[in-house]
């Protein structure tokens, strides 16, 4: 098991070491002591292995992210898993601004709040928020679901295509064609699928989320919309 | 009858035939006018500038038999792999999605022909142009559609576009003609809707964020590839000094005469700078940093011909781009097809409504029988030919005022014909010493 030293090893010496490794590596489980808030920290992971870091990550940790788990015992900056294409990335902290921007695949889970922007142009990634996530969150979302035990702030789903979004708390308010939308049988099994991915097997009733999704009135140019924005 | 003799009927200059066809159409649709390409309005130009050429006191080359180089390096300040590109020319950023696959693919091939590079857009690489396309910008914009590390990797390059010179501060539109399934799918939208790009990048926001994110791009890719930032000219000086800033390896800097796929045609013709008044501000911000040369800068918007290359690298860039003579070339807005623009509604030259994907041409749009009409080889041949003439003619001019590589070209070598142009480029009015605004002015 691998145990790298962010104290002592470059960063740019870490993220070329694991973008070497191929799928048959052995060197399936590397642990990251002493991150100090460094960015671009396993950043472009490209094989299914697992990256342990034991502390506080700057922006972008496990960017673009694909196949890799990435866990972060800390807090992350901004940008957490941005542009994921698959895997697992969990944060036992809070996360900034922009936690899972554009992500395309795989599993974002926060153990603590998230800040701004969550999901932001989200493009079929999973995010699991067990607190609360901040105004704009979903803000043109195209695909993938948003799930938040807490509540969320302004401007949720704004602009929003094609996303999920459940949130059990409350929504301070919604965003321009996002609205609130009858949960059915497959949303709450929907529900239940992400969450069990997230590790959280039977802990949390999925009835207790609301719905949020496109009102889809703003996806053709209309003289009649231009309020709306 | 009165027989007093009555004026000539008399249309208002300011309220002239355009203004008021607009104010019509304005007042039966309620909603802006949408078309593609960039400025139609004349702003001073490279036009407005003239060499002096060689005389008395300066050698010219012989035309035919001195070597006069083009090529350059770009990426140099970081980049473990930098892009060496044979001439100062290379191919903007254009979207598959607003551009046929055919017409991408044409663009990588005449550009690869001349050992210079082309440009993705916002809608993903395509297998089309990766490979026709020797050298390979990949363009990170703020919708991030399609984005992902393994187009990274396989990039030469990669640009940041933070603005465009048709709309500085606007961001990206495909209307739903051209939301096929295929475009649709690259960019996880639904198929038809209306697409309006975000204007803002997602994840970073300022210089200081920009930098942090560069510094990412650049760990994803282990440090290989030289990364742009592309700005419209809006605040020359201030936009490459932040680029520098954050870490740019080149700077694209681009005039509102350069095209788009498709805005709102106040913005086309309302926010942003010609790019003759940008490229002087731009080098000065390069210069004070003592970065000109050590950043590639790289500008665009109205590039015609050679003389235009030349005199954009004599007022101090390293290369230009060109995409609407591009299109050109490949046969856009070709007198060949006079009659479909007419069932249009509007005539060679002027067709601009790239949006609505009718386009006779087979170049933006996504109708598979209009994309036929291209042939990629042919027309990239065209483009290639092109490239070579605009080569050939800087190469032409350099020589005439002794250089040995078009890049020695240096505002010394200019003179303007308009107190505007004087101005904006910073050179003298033609037959004097006067630069308007000099220091020496006062």
Known sequence: MPEVDLGVTPLRELNAALHRLTPETNERHWVIDHPAGRHAIAAGLNVPVTVEINGPVGYYCAGMNKHATVLVNGSAGVGVAENMMSGFVHVTGDASQSAGATGRGGLLRIDGNASSRCGISMKGIDIVVKGSVGHMSAFMAQAGTLVVFGDAGDSLGDSIYEARLFVRGSVKSLGADCIEKEMHDEHKRAIHQVLTRAGFDGEVDPSEFKRY????????FHVDHAGEY | MDATPRTTPRKSATFDDYSL????????????????????????????LLFLGASMSRYPLEGYREKCATDLWLGT???????HIKIPITIAGMSFGSLSAQAKEALGRGASIMGTSTTTGDGGMTEEERGHSEILVYQLLPSRYGMNPDDLRRADAIEIVVGQGAKPGGGGMLLGQKITER????????????????CRHPDWTGPDDLEIKIEELREITDWEKPIYIK????????????AVKSGADVIVLDGMQ??????????????????????????QALQDLDMHRKVQLIVSGGIRNGADVAKALALGADAVSIGSAALAALGDNDPHWEHEYAKLGTTAGAYDDWHEGRDPAGISTQDPELGARLHPELTGRRLANYLSVMTLEAQTIARACGKSHVRNLEPEDLVALTVEAAAMAKVPLAGTDWIPGSKSDW
């Not at chain 2, 788009?260 to 013709?269: C, D, K, L, M």
């Open chain 2, 183 to 198: 475009v649709a799918e690259m960019r996880t939208l639904p198929v038809g809707i209306d697409q309006r790009s975000a």
């Open chain 2, 21 to 48: 066809s607009e104010i019509r159409r304005a007042a039966e649709s309620g909603i802006y006018d949408i078309r593609g390409a960039g400025a139609k309005r004349k702003v001073p130009h490279f036009d407005d």
């Open chain 2, 231 to 242: 700005v419209g000219a809006s605040r020359p000086y201030y936009d490459t000094a932040l």
């Open chain 2, 77 to 83: 300040r970081f980049a473990r792999k930098p892009i």
């Open chain 1, 213 to 220: 999704g496109s009102a889809r009135k703003l996806y053709h």
């Open chain 2, 258 to 283: 350069g095209g788009t796929a498709a805005t709102q045609e106040v913005f086309i013709e309302h926010v942003g700078l010609p790019i003759l008044g940008a490229i002087r501000p731009a080098v």
